[in-house]
């Protein structure tokens, strides 16, 4: 991490909790069931020392993002209008993005009662397995070629435009495909969170760069052993979770040899996921706000924020 601390400021754990405190639990106890449902093995210590703080720090600067639009819709003689805030979350395949995403989802629409907060992952942009087939890309999945980043341009043009009812694809780890013709539905929200392992790249074909649409975004961060446990440990689960569903992708694996299915994942991780981490998603965490920075058991223990 040693080059980061040139743009950012460095904070640890413990510094970072100080930073709002008012000696008041701020989740009512059923607001702490309600996180509970969402990942059990969520650290609550986590949700208060960290997550309050950083959900305080985002409304400083989505007060600032409405100032300044309407200020400029004004010198622009325009109608003011709403333009959703879109929060970025990236990092590693299994680092833990889509927990941070809904947990910060839930936090912000408990922060902002008045809000409308949608989450959307990038997963649901990547082109369905038989495009990857025939591109002959099938072993890159989640690598920059793998995703339709014209598709997903588009949509967050026509997010931040205000349009209503705007569909984004479906992507499902159980059938390890895009859901044919369903689609979620985000409607004009006050705050956007997409999350995906690409929200920071900037294909070098592309005229303009997804990036050019967050307003905020944040990189979750941890040593690439620690991530391969927790890819492994997920992949556990996916086997229980296959195990009496046929038509589930894990299901053979699931009925076969743990042992084997195990190998056969750890292989996974070492040449598709840590590959793409390396080349593609580690070089883009200087673009983040924010980098939130895991050791052990998704214990976060240090936080980077930009200085400029
Ligand atoms: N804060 C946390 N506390 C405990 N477990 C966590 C935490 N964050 C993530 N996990 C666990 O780590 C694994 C990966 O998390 P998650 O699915 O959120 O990752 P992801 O980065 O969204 O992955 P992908 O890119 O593959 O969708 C899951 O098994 C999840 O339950
Ligand atoms: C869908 C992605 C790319 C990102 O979430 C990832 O979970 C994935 O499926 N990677 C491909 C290799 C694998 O099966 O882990």
Known sequence: MGKLTTTYHQISRSEWEGFYQNGVSPLSKSELEQLKGLNDRISLTDVEEVYVPLTHLIHLYIGQYEMLQASKLRFLQKEVKNSPYIIGIAGSVAVGKSTTARLLQM??????????????????????????????????????????????????????????????????????????DEYEEIDAPDILIVEGI??????????????????????????????EEWYLERFGLLLDTAFTDPTNYYYPYAIGDREEAFTMARDVWKTVNLVNLQEYILPTRNRADLVIHKTAGHKIDTIYLRKY
């Open 107 to 180: 936090m912000l629409s408990r922060m902002f009662k008045d809000k409308k907060v949608q989450l959307i992952t990038t997963d649901g942009f990547l082109y369905p397995n038989e495009i990857l087939e025939e591109k002959g890309i099938m072993d890159k999945k989640g690598f920059p070629e793998s995703y339709d980043m014209a598709r997903l341009i588009a949509f967050l043009g026509e997010v931040k435009d205000g349009h209503r009812h705007v569909k984004a694809p479906l992507y499902s780890h159980e059938i390890y495909n895009i859901v044919p």
């Open 198 to 227: 690409n929200v920071l790249q900037s294909p070098a074909n592309q005229q303009i760069y997804i990036s050019d649409f967050f307003d905020f975004s944040i990189f979750v961060d941890a040593a690439p052993e620690r991530i």
